[in-house]
């Protein structure tokens, strides 16, 4: 499966941004997928998970409340709603996915990854 995401921008402290994770192939309803970022400087970091049906959703705790991950697999799409952005949520976000019912936040869980799209939340 290969993996585009898109849908940063720069924003101001507060504001709300959706990121979409588009996916190829038709079997993309057998894959997890999950949101990591990385700020300048620093490690990668997991911000959530969905499974492939979209029942089960997990999230780090920076952003649980405020982010909101979906998915709908007619449209073979992965959505990542960020609210109430702050200027720590700064970082290049990607979109990763395996194949398999569910995923945890360890990025080797996740054989195929996008290429990045980069949010900016200013202060």
């Known amino acids: 499966v290969q993996l585009q995401a898109s849908g940063g921008g720069l924003v101001q402290a507060g504001c709300y941004l959706r990121l979409s994770c588009a996916a190829s192939?038709?079997?993309?309803?057998?894959?997890?997928v999950g949101w990591f970022r990385q700020a300048p400087g620093k490690e990668r970091e997991f911000v959530s998970t969905?499974?492939?049906?979209?029942?089960?959703?997990y999230y780090t705790d920076s952003v649980k409340g405020r982010f909101t991950i979906s998915r709908d697999n007619a449209k073979n799409t992965v959505y990542l709603q960020m609210n109430s952005l702050k200027p720590e949520d700064t970082a290049v976000y990607y979109c990763?996915?395996?194949?398999?019912?569910?995923?945890?936040?360890?990025?080797?869980?996740?054989?195929?990854w996008g290429q990045g799209t980069l949010v900016t939340v200013s202060s």
């Open positions: 969905i499974s492939r049906s979209g029942g089960n959703t």
């Open positions: 990763a996915a395996s194949w398999g019912d569910s995923g945890t936040h360890y990025y080797t869980d996740y054989k195929h």
């Open positions: 192939g038709r079997t993309f309803s057998s894959y997890f």
